[in-house]
């Protein structure tokens, strides 16, 4: 799997133990949306991803609760 | 009669009436109605706490005991009544974040809006744009992101990944249409700012005059606070003043949005430094009770590989881009490497060009398609003349004599490690080698600048070095400051830093009015239901998004005027007929299923609306099949899908794209409509052993029953 790219579709599978992941995230999971920022200047694996989830709006989250859909 | 209407959205409704009615012109009572409004639109939307009940009771007393003399004491009783008589429902709203009937999703924002991170209601001003009603447009879109002019052109336009119309051909040019607005509107003069709530007399300062802090400053602004902004740079603008290039942003563009949020009474204290020229302490004892941080994220990271220390000509692209920004126009060198692969690098390669750099070239570890940056910008980069190095790890800088000479290299390939789902670039064997240069510019990424809060005690930083807030409502672990932008995010996109900014500005105004704040971030608010625009199907399906004029590549290679011209206003309005509307139809499905299943004619071929797996669209094959029944419009729960007569035609539509247009035919007796020919014969395949029509008679069902009884009648034997 490469990494995430804009405009990509993933699935938020599970919660994440990163401290910017926050309780109201949780309602998150099993729910779809598109890549719509990668990390925007370092390829870090680390760093917090921005995706929008299909009725929920967009937030930045780890990339360790994300997963593609189309690969 | 059990109620069929959610009551926390009929009650919501009912506020909102009532304070666009004007009737709630008692002071008091005005922003008892906003704060109630505030409060209950948080429990429709399943983002209230515990304490939201309460601060409704507390607010609907305090209202009652104004008196009959306070405008509105027949609606608080008649609040005060509804919430009572459905208590349950409202602390179920608040417990379960569920709406049993629906309606609090009802007027869902379609993903466009969703998408955006400031929240801005894109279909309305798209459907105000093209009916040419720019001032509306970016009335609206100031409601959610003050500089509209400034997105317009620099945004990275998450909207677009989004929006539906993409799972058709392409995305809606909704950051361009944008643009145009805000040109055309402050050309023309209609670009005003919204009346302001009267002066509160407390005071709020904004530290950082980038997009996050010009959007707090501006919502404070306009909820009637005092704004100080306090900026380290001789001009506001943040990162859009010197981390962005003017060929890609005007500074004039920057000014004249600045310029309106200053005209608002907001007051800027340039070149002066949180930490050093001011501190909290003295901010506080001039009476600021409230404090926001939106300082950016300047700092540029090292490269961490030898030589990198020894030699001037290394430099971060963010130095780089602040000079020239701030009128430094000396090339760095002749042959440049700018070592990254995200928009500042770019932005750093493409300015170099600009300065008279002989050759500029980016060398990126991965590939073209790992690059963070806008395909948009790598692809003017290259037409401009700007080379690319992939699968290019820098080793060690190299010169002499204190020049640099060149920059040692090694080829990388793509693999996958064990234990990791992601390809990383690792080093070929044997496979250095040396690319020549002068300069070496490194732009692989931002931090945050934290010595210039540590003097803000019990602030919490997270493991990346950003200041740590609850995004719901951007308040840092410190009472009364707040903080968004890249300070909290890391280095990020203008349209979050303006979200941020607006979401903490919301929660500055609960926190000095001591209203409960929300548990859930805000969910975008939808702005209006502006009519749709009648598009025939052909049209909708032929139009194709037009392509961007840019600046002849002489003048992108020499000057920083505009690389972008603009769409014609032609372009503008068609443009704005693509929009699907999704504002409108919830792409539910229900049309598509029983026209399916139910009628068994599978006239609707509109794959766009599943978003997972997307299949073919083609509104124009409605036409040929649909026998306009009526029955998608009939179970379209939002009122998207209509079919009306109009003339001599019945006309099916959905969000105003004309799918099927049917000649009526009327009872040849009375000339009352009875529907379309096709519509007839289906009906008359069904019902064909019922009762038969003399031949070429078209009878409504008054004059067929009437017709029937009389033959009846003649036909018994007295």
Same mark, same amino acid.
């Given at each position: ?71 | ?19 666009? %009615? ?18 209950? @639109? ?28 306070? %405008? ?11 919430? %009572?008589?459905?208590?349950?429902? !409202? ?45 509306? &447009? ?49 050309? #023309? ?62 500074? $004039? ?14 007051? !800027? ?7 050093? @020229? ?9 009476? !600021?009770? =409230?404090? !926001?941080?939106?300082?950016? &994220? ?93 699968? +290019? ?18 080829? &990388? ?20 080698? #040396?690319?020549?240069?002068? +300069? ?34 951007? =308040? ?56 749709? +625009? $009648? ?23 020499? +000057? ?49 609306? @599943?978003?997972?797996?997307?299949? $073919? ?50 009872? %040849? ?25 003399? $031949? ?23």
């Amino acid at each position: 799997m490469n990494r995430f790219h804009k405009g990509q579709k993933i699935q938020i599978f599970k919660s994440s133990s990163d401290e910017s992941w926050e309780p109201f995230m949780d309602s998150f999971v099993g729910l779809s949306g598109v890549i719509t920022d990668p990390d925007t200047s370092i390829n870090d694996p680390d760093a917090l991803v921005e995706v929008s989830i299909e009725g929920k709006g967009t937030y930045r989250l780890p990339q360790d609760c994300i997963r593609p859909l189309d690969e | 009669m059990t109620e069929t209407r959610c009551p926390v959205n009929r009650i919501l409704s009912e506020i909102r009436s009532a304070m666009e %009615s004007g009737a709630l012109n008692h002071p008091r009572v005005h922003r008892i109605a906003e704060q109630l409004e505030e409060l209950i @639109d948080d429990i429709a939307w399943g983002r209230a706490g515990s304490d939201h009940l309460p601060a409704i009771d507390e607010l609907l007393q305090e209202w009652l005991g104004l008196g009959e003399e306070a %405008s509105g004491a027949a609606l608080a009783r008649q609040l005060s009544a509804g919430i %009572s008589a459905n208590r349950e429902v !409202f602390e179920s709203h608040v417990k379960t974040h569920n709406c049993a009937t629906g309606d609090c999703v009802k007027l869902a924002p379609a993903p466009c809006q969703m998408t955006c991170p400031a929240g801005i209601d894109v279909p309305t001003y798209l459907a105000l744009i093209g009916q040419g009603k720019d001032a509306e &447009a970016v009335a609206v879109i100031r409601r959610d992101n003050p500089l509209p002019w400034v997105c317009g052109l620099v945004c990275t336009r998450p909207c677009e990944f989004m929006c539906v119309r993409a799972r058709i051909d392409t995305p809606i040019a909704i950051k361009s249409l944008k643009a145009f607005a805000a040109e055309r509107a402050m050309s #023309v003069g209609s670009y005003v700012n919204p009346p302001q709530e009267p002066p509160k007399g407390r005071k709020v300062c904004v530290i950082g005059a980038g997009p996050g802090g010009l959007s707090a400053a501006y919502y404070l602004a306009l909820k009637g606070y005092t704004v100080r902004v306090i900026e380290a740079l001789p001009m506001a603008g943040g990162m859009l003043m010197v981390g962005i290039p003017r060929y890609r942003l005007p500074r $004039e563009v920057i000014d004249r949005e600045v310029a309106l949020i200053e005209s608002l009474g907001v007051e !800027f204290r340039y070149n002066t430094r949180f930490g050093s @020229d001011v501190t909290l302490d003295q901010l506080r004892k001039e009476g !600021f009770e =409230a404090f !926001f941080f939106a300082i950016g &994220a300047h700092n540029a990271y090292k490269l961490g590989i030898p030589g990198e220390d020894d030699f001037p000509q290394v430099i971060d692209a963010i130095s780089l881009l602040k000079r020239v920004a701030l009128g430094e126009r000396h090339k760095p060198g002749e042959s440049v490497i700018v070592i990254g692969g995200g928009n500042v690098a770019i932005d750093a390669a493409r300015t170099c060009l600009r300065l008279g750099c002989q050759s500029v070239t980016i060398a990126y570890r991965r590939t073209r398609v790992e690059m963070p940056a806008d395909v948009e910008e790598v692809e003017q980069a290259e037409e401009e003349g700007v080379h690319f190095a992939f699968l +290019t790890i820098p080793k060690q800088i190299t010169g002499k004599d204190g020049k640099i000479t060149g920059l040692e290299c090694v080829r &990388a390939q793509l693999i996958q490690k064990p234990g990791s789902k992601r390809k990383s670039p690792v080093p070929i064997l044997g496979g250095e080698f #040396v690319m020549p240069a002068d +300069t070496i510019v490194a732009a692989i990424g931002q931090r945050v600048d934290y010595q210039a809060l540590e003097q803000v005690d019990g602030l919490e930083w997270t493991r990346r070095d950003t200041i740590k807030v609850n995004t719901a409502t951007m =308040a840092t672990s410190r009472e009364g400051i707040f903080a968004a932008g890249d300070a909290v995010t890391g280095p990020a996109t203008v349209i979050e830093a303006i979200g941020g900014g607006k979401r903490a500005a919301l929660a500055i105004d609960r926190y000095l009015q001591g209203i409960p704040q929300p548990e859930l971030p805000p969910v975008p608010v939808r702005r209006g239901r502006v009519e749709w +625009t $009648e598009v025939p199907a052909s049209t909708k399906m032929v139009l194709k998004r037009p392509e961007m004029p840019l600046l002849t590549i002489d003048r992108r290679r020499t +000057t920083f005027q505009q690389v972008e011209l603009g769409f014609s206003e032609n372009q503008v309005r068609e443009e704005a007929r693509r929009c699907l509307r999704c504002d409108i139809c919830r792409r539910c499905g229900k049309c598509v299923e029983v026209c399916r299943d139910h009628m068994g004619i599978d006239a609707l071929k509109l794959g766009y609306m @599943d978003f997972e797996h997307p299949s $073919e669209t083609d509104f124009r094959r409605t036409e040929e099949k649909c026998i306009a029944c009526g029955a998608c419009a009939a179970n379209c729960p939002n009122d998207a899908m209509q079919i009306i007569d109009r003339g001599d035609e019945r006309i099916l539509s959905l969000c105003g794209t004309i799918l099927n247009r049917q000649k009526l035919v009327l009872c %040849s007796n009375c000339g009352k409509v009875i529907g379309p020919q096709r519509y007839l014969d289906f009906i008359r395949k069904r019902v064909d052993d019922i009762g038969r029509l003399p $031949e070429g008679q078209m009878l409504c069902e008054v004059c067929a029953r009437n017709q029937s009884a009389k033959l009846h009648t003649d036909s018994m034997p007295v």
